[in-house]
């Protein structure tokens, strides 16, 4: 199956969601993008959930 995700955040944060989308699909083969507020993305195994959710909130320790 497909791996489907999407990245929000509230108006008031500054992390750019397209951004970490595009970085996050990227370390696990998918693709991704958006908005700053909200971005999707998609990987063709949806076994590599962990990896990416993990993956994406190492980034948003640090400044993208």
Do not use: H, Y
Request: net charge positive.
């Amino acid at each position: 199956d497909k791996l489907q995700l999407v990245f929000a955040r509230s108006q008031d944060l500054s992390q750019p969601m397209g951004t970490l989308m595009q970085k996050t699909m990227k370390q696990i083969g998918g693709r991704g993008g958006g908005r700053p507020e909200m971005a999707m993305g998609s990987a063709p195994d949806m076994e590599t959930v962990n990896l990416a959710i993990t993956w994406a909130k190492e980034a948003l320790a640090v400044p993208l």
